[in-house]
């Protein structure tokens, strides 16, 4: 009795000749598939390849690693961030004393990469590792030391089981570079002639690049890189300001005369500091007095507009030889487009609560005047599950991020507002770690890639998809969707 099982095929009308054509036409589809797939040699489940690039920054190291289609491997692949990790401890250049340090503190990281890249692709994945301003510091002032650090790096490195190749210190440029090919990577902004700005602040520089009409390159060789990518012509102007890194910019200023009552620190804020400590970076050994005390009481008077002219005189905005500068007589042509801030520009502001560009730049101020009045005591209640050390610099860090944006870089409020302060784009962090890998692999090409009608994994997906919806077809034809308007509907 069972009016829509087998039964019904016969006595259906629907079950004419139609039907059953659909069911040859549909199953022969689905051989068809398979016999594509397997003469194509094609696996039907994707196999991916993986990079892993280590950010040593002057603050921390982080592990990125990222993955692409296999078969996309010519430069056509969306090359996507797949895992991060934080290494513990604090920068490698902080181990300049104890260099062995340097390498041990990498291995958690590298254990974990371990696990997550499919062992059979270990030994062809690439494994870099890049060092930014710590390093750049570290090697000024000591450069054995440097050279101590890289080389325990390399032989800890050297240990994992993947293609190990190389340790550096990038240069400012290519930090700069780099983030902007990652934005505009991530953005799909590489195949279009409007592209995005990269704004990176970290621990002990920082950056901007952006392509700018104006400029060509002449006027500034140093700031100019070339890029030809997917068939365009990118002509990018960049700069790194180094000792310009939100931690190195608070020792320039706790080296000044306001060192004592700091209006960058909260009122009731007051701690003990060594001098020692503060001076001891390349940034602010011309600062140190002759004759300092070994210690002082660093203590907060939070008052946001005298902490702007406070971390003003880092900045020098007499010198200037070409037609326009940012600031210490850097030039920088007029800035064109919409800008990404990430690293510590998304840390700090995302922790005030002013990544919201939308809201007008003079509002922006007074929301932070008001953090920065805020007593001490008040601060701490209201953040209980922050490290004292980074609570205690927000005023000041967020004071820098304005004041570097405007009176360094010349964003005014108008401009201010294509700013957009990221962490991640499509779920891959906004940095120079990308963009490294994917030069270093050569994985953007710069011709644009001739984009066939369909890869072969599209005839797959098209074939599959006639199959499916023709067998989905027959399938249906033996069971009534609705019931026949003859059929009374079942009341359930
Ligand atoms: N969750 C985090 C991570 C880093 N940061 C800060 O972001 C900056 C990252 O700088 P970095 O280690 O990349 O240093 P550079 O080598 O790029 O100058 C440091 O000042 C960190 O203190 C933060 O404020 N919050
Ligand atoms: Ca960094």
């Not at 022969?28 to 003469?39: H, K, N, S, Y």
């Not at 750049?136 to 032989?155: C, G, H, K, P």
């Amino acid at each position: 009795n069972d009016q829509t099982g087998l039964y019904s095929v016969f006595r259906n009308p629907w079950h004419t000749p139609l039907t059953i054509f659909i069911a040859v036409v549909g199953v022969i589809a689905i051989v068809a598939l398979v016999t594509v797939a397997v003469l194509q040699n094609k696996p039907l489940i994707p196999k991916y390849k993986y990079g892993i690039v280590l950010d040593a920054g002057s603050s921390h190291t982080a592990m990125y690693i990222y993955e692409w289609p296999a078969e996309k491997d010519n430069n056509t692949g969306r090359v996507e961030q797949t895992h991060s990790c934080k290494v513990k401890g604090p920068g490698i250049s902080s181990y300049a004393s104890d260099p062995k340090k340097a390498g041990q503190s990498l291995q958690v990281c590298m254990k974990e990469a371990e696990r997550f890249v499919p062992s059979e692709r270990h030994e062809e994945t690439p494994l870099y590792l890049g060092a930014t301003a710590g390093m750049r510091l570290l090697n000024i002032e000591n450069s054995t030391a440097s050279d101590q650090v890289f080389q325990a790096v390399s032989e800890s490195l050297q240990k994992s089981p993947f293609s190990f190749q190389g340790a550096r210190i990038l240069s400012g440029q290519e930090e700069g570079a780099f983030g902007w090919v990652t934005v505009n990577y991530l953005d799909d902004r590489l195949k279009q002639v409007c592209t995005t700005g990269a704004l990176d602040l970290g621990g002990a520089s920082t950056q901007i690049s952006f392509v700018s009409d104006a400029f060509d390159g002449s006027e500034s060789p140093n700031n100019s890189v070339n890029f030809r990518l997917y068939g365009n012509d990118y002509n990018l102007y960049t700069h790194s300001f180094l000792c310009y890194g939100k931690d190195q910019v608070l020792r320039m200023a706790l080296s000044g005369p306001g060192s004592i009552s700091d209006p960058c620190f909260h009122n009731g804020y007051s701690e003990s500091k060594n001098y020692m400590t503060l001076y001891n970076s390349p940034c602010v050994s011309k600062r140190k007095p002759v004759s300092s005390p070994a210690d002082f009481t660093h203590v907060g008077k939070g008052n946001f507009y005298q902490c702007q002219e406070l971390v003003k005189s880092v900045f020098d905005f007499t010198q200037c030889k070409y037609t326009q500068c940012s600031f210490n007589g850097v030039y920088q042509p007029t800035l064109q487009g919409p800008f990404g801030a990430f690293s510590a520009y998304y840390f700090v502001m995302n922790f005030l609560n002013l990544t919201d560009t939308s809201v007008p730049l003079q509002s922006v101020k007074e929301a932070l005047a008001r953090y920065c009045s805020t007593p001490w005591e008040t601060i701490k209640k209201q953040h209980p599950g922050i490290k004292l050390k980074y609570l205690a610099e927000y005023c000041f860090s967020g004071t820098y991020i304005l004041t570097l944006l405007t009176e360094g870089y010349n964003f005014t409020s108008e401009t201010f507002s294509k700013i957009r302060f990221i962490k991640q784009i499509k779920g891959s962090d906004a940095g120079w770690t990308l963009g490294y890998m994917l030069n270093l692999t050569n994985m953007i090409p710069a011709e644009a890639p001739d984009t066939p009608l369909l890869p072969h994994a599209g005839y797959v997906s098209v074939i599959t998809v006639i199959a499916l919806v023709l067998f989905l077809l027959f399938v249906l034809s033996l069971r009534p969707l609705w019931p026949r308007c003859s059929q009374k509907p079942q009341i359930v």
